[in-house]
């Protein structure tokens, strides 16, 4: 079974820290996409990473996806309470029946 | 562009009774994929239809069926509802090109008594 792990599961922190939430398999992704889930709401796409070393960055957050494509991390500088939300990384595995697969999540909230 | 619609929002059914899902997807794109999320489980992937052909499907049983118009509007029916299929079913659309991208409805709420 292809799994993504992502840890930490919950994240309770102050505004203003630092976080990173990792995202781990055994398999090789040929891409590995991270989203935001509000409550009641779908995912929302937030970057894709494609390359081995790949770094992106959005505002605030900092997405890498590892040298053999088997990792990711997302790391959030000076979070604010609208970062609140699920983080889900999700990616499309080069073997297997079920190619699209999402992470466990990590439950994020950000306290005032 | 409009994103991914779907309806109803909400639903609430008796066990035994079934249930038709339906997705509008982004204008353009032809993938359609359905997912299950729950508490416990997370996001599980039921099945994904491209050009009204079913490409990939999860692991789920039969009573979860779905299929795809020529339009890439989807629909996707449960049959036989049990009490463990109360979850948000959500779908979501992509052009299939390059990097998997997949942009969410947001969702339908369904609730077996």
């Known amino acids: 079974t292809q799994l993504l792990e992502q840890s930490p599961q919950f994240l309770s922190i102050q505004e203003g820290e630092n976080l990173t939430v990792y995202c781990n398999s055994s398999s090789v992704f040929s891409s590995l996409q991270w989203y935001r889930q509000e409550p009641g709401e779908g995912p929302v796409l937030l970057v894709t990473?494609?390359?081995?070393?790949e770094v992106k960055k959005l505002k605030r957050l900092t997405f890498q996806f590892g040298d053999a494509r088997k990792d990711s991390s997302l790391h959030i500088t000076a979070a604010q309470p609208g970062d609140t939300g699920l983080y889900l990384c999700?990616?499309?595995?080069?073997?297997?029946?079920?190619?699209?697969?999402f992470g466990t999540g990590t439950r994020l909230k950000v306290l005032a | 562009k409009a994103g991914v619609t779907q309806t109803p929002r909400y639903l609430i059914k008796t066990r035994g009774q079934q249930v038709t899902l339906s997705c509008s997807p982004i204008s353009g794109h032809r993938s359609v994929s359905w997912y299950q999320q729950t508490p416990g489980q997370g996001l599980q992937f039921l099945f994904e239809y491209f050009s009204e052909t079913q490409r990939n499907k999860g692991n789920f049983p039969g009573r979860f069926s779905g299929r795809q118009f020529s339009n890439s509007r989807s629909e996707m029916n449960v049959s036989t509802l049990e009490l463990g299929d109360s979850a948000l079913y959500l779908c979501?659309?992509?052009?299939?090109?390059?990097?998997?991208?997949?942009?969410f409805g947001p969702g339908t709420r369904l609730t077996v008594t």
């Open positions: 999700a990616g499309e595995s080069t073997s297997g029946t079920y190619k699209y697969i």
């Open positions: 990473v494609v390359t081995g070393g």
């Open positions: 979501a659309s992509s052009t299939r090109t390059g990097a998997y991208e997949q942009y």
